[in-house]
């Protein structure tokens, strides 16, 4: 804890040369007080990072870094700002030879700092598209893991992207078994994110829990290390029917990214049960004879306890939109929706309309 101020003063060191920040309006002040003034020979500051990285922002910060002659990015935030910094580094490969070494400071807990994945928003086409990238280039050379980088994070975004951990952790056993390293890990993973956030406070934002004594920073730590228990390797990025319409719900109608695996995430696992069969006991106690439906239902409670969001209708969309999400996915993830078993495109259905 208290590491960031020495760890960014030694990254020149470290051979970060000339980074250019990445961060976001709300993170401004943060950023010129406790990352600017203890980088060496900084090459500027970018803050207009929309969500879910549309292509044109990528455009933008990458001519930017090229013309301030940028050699590596600091990214300061959360998983848009590092889907921007991982996209504008394969870019600058694409165009100028070489990656741009990255640098990641979190202040959520998706996970995305340690993952070789990022998502582009396309805007070129008749509705805008979240494409998916792999590029095992682009995944942070450092990451700062400190309790006070989630300490003015916002209440629903830091515990809505833990949730988004967990869908990490889960969707990652689709293709592994329970002996497999991932989810031995994955496991330890969510075991620590269930025992802090299931006592979590009600209604406080982070700051002020820790102020009156209700979490400390011990218990932000362990957030940060299930978030990285849960997404730790190249295996555990294994994208299922959860995440992409996670994808979709974002990309083209605008969700925010980590509310959207609230939304989705038990009732895929159900929808599923055959696909995971009884691999998903790993994340349940020994014993469990239902370990699918148990796990959703934990995830569903805790959803529920922390006052997250659970359905599509508590946000501006109609049932009307649903056969547009189901024609994206049967489109371009025809593997994920597979996942539903005989007779998927009915289940489909079946599943937005539950989720609605």
């Known amino acids: 804890m208290g590491i960031v101020d020495a760890a960014i003063r030694d990254l020149a060191d470290e051979g970060f040369e000339r980074p250019m920040i990445f961060t976001v309006e709300p993170l401004l002040l943060s950023t010129k007080r406790a990352i600017l003034p203890h980088l060496h020979d900084a090459a500027g500051m970018l803050s207009d990072f929309p969500p879910h990285a549309p292509d044109s922002a990528i455009e933008d910060a990458l001519d930017r870094c090229i013309q301030a002659g940028a050699r590596s990015i600091v990214a300061f935030g ?16 694409l165009r100028q030879g070489r990656y741009l070494p990255l640098v990641a400071l979190p202040t959520t807990l998706s996970g995305s700092e340690f993952s070789h994945y990022f998502g582009i928003t396309e805007t070129s086409g008749p509705r805008p598209f979240k494409r998916s990238y792999a590029e095992r280039a682009t995944v942070p050379k450092i990451v700062l893991m400190d309790p006070g980088l989630l300490l003015n994070t916002p209440r629903a975004l830091l515990l809505s992207s833990a949730i988004k951990g967990l869908d990490h952790a889960i969707e990652g056993m689709r293709q ?34 820790i102020q009156k004594g ?15 228990q849960c997404y ?10 959860s995440h992409r319409i996670g994808h979709i719900l974002g990309g083209t109608f605008g969700f925010p990214h980590s509310a959207t695996s609230c939304i989705t995430l038990a009732p895929v696992i159900r929808a599923c049960e055959a696909r ?26 805790l959803v529920s306890y922390l006052g997250l969001p659970s359905h599509l209708r508590s946000f501006e969309i109609g049932l009307s939109a649903l056969p547009e999400i189901a ?17 998927a495109d009915r289940k489909l259905d079946a599943l937005l309309r539950s989720l609605w």
């Open 78 to 93: 959360g998983g848009s700002v590092l889907d921007a910094a991982k996209a504008v580094s394969h870019f600058h490969y």
């Open 176 to 209: 592994v078994d329970v002996d497999h390293p991932h989810a031995v890990m994955a496991a330890a993973g969510a075991n620590k994110f269930f025992s802090v956030l299931e006592r979590w406070p009600a209604d406080l934002e982070t700051e002020e829990a």
């Open 214 to 228: 209700t979490v400390d920073l011990s218990d932000l730590l362990q957030l940060q290390l299930a978030a990285w």
């Open 232 to 241: 730790f390797y190249p295996a555990s990025v294994i994208y299922g029917l």
């Open 327 to 343: 024609d994206l996915l049967r489109a371009n993830y025809k593997a994920e929706v597979a996942d539903l078993g005989e007779d």
């Open 276 to 301: 995971y069969g009884n691999k998903l006991q790993v994340f349940n106690s020994p014993g469990e004879s239902n370990p699918g439906p148990a796990l959703a239902a934990r995830i569903e409670n």
